[in-house]
């Protein structure tokens, strides 16, 4: 069983569902346990395939603004376990892990000159490190894209709402936990 570790992953599948990517490739940040990439896979159509990042290796380091470096839980067991839940989605061409932090996937992986469609920011939660995540996107976006922020209270998102604004990306959607951001040029 495919398991998540937030909350509001109805919205995230509402936000999804039936999402055309229109041959653009949709990522998520801090794949962990996998629900949040099954469900962006289940229900959104069109995409080139769907990247996952996650290092995974018990990695410490500062997870949100106002706390101290700490090492979470994110087991090289959990990354088998998932690799091998995900086996049917990977034989089938829908999904590839980048095994790496967001900023070696954003400075050495093979997709840095991808353009993406749908994207799922749930790694890091400093405000520093989604600002870089959410420009860099935003710098490889397709024409019709959103961006799923998840744990949004925990860092500033306002500010990043403003930045964001720079790259015509608008709130669709917000809830408790999940925010929604979309850029439409059609």
Not at 165 to 175: C, I, N, R, S, T
Request: net charge negative.
């Amino acid at each position: 069983m495919i398991r998540g570790d937030s909350s509001e992953y109805e919205l995230l599948e509402k936000w999804s569902k039936g999402f055309d990517c229109q041959g653009y490739k949709s990522c998520e940040i801090g794949v962990r346990e996998g629900l949040g990439s099954k469900i962006i896979m289940d229900n959104i159509i069109n995409n080139y395939i769907h990247v996952g990042v996650d290092p995974y290796g018990n990695l410490k380091y500062q997870h949100y603004d106002d706390s101290p470096e700490y090492q979470c839980d994110y087991t090289d067991e959990m990354r088998d376990t998932m690799l091998n839940d995900f086996l049917s989605y990977r034989n089938a061409g829908k999904f590839t892990m980048c095994l790496m932090t967001d900023e070696d996937f954003m400075n050495i992986s093979k997709h840095q000159d991808s353009k993406f469609s749908f994207i799922h920011l749930d790694g890091p939660h400093m405000t520093k490190d989604v600002i870089t995540e959410s420009v860099w996107f935003a710098n490889r976006c397709a024409p019709n894209t959103r961006i799923v922020y998840d744990d949004y209270p925990k860092y500033d998102m306002p500010l990043i709402e403003k930045i964001m604004e720079k790259y015509d990306f608008k709130v669709l959607e917000k809830g408790k936990n999940k925010v929604c951001l979309e850029k439409n040029e059609s």
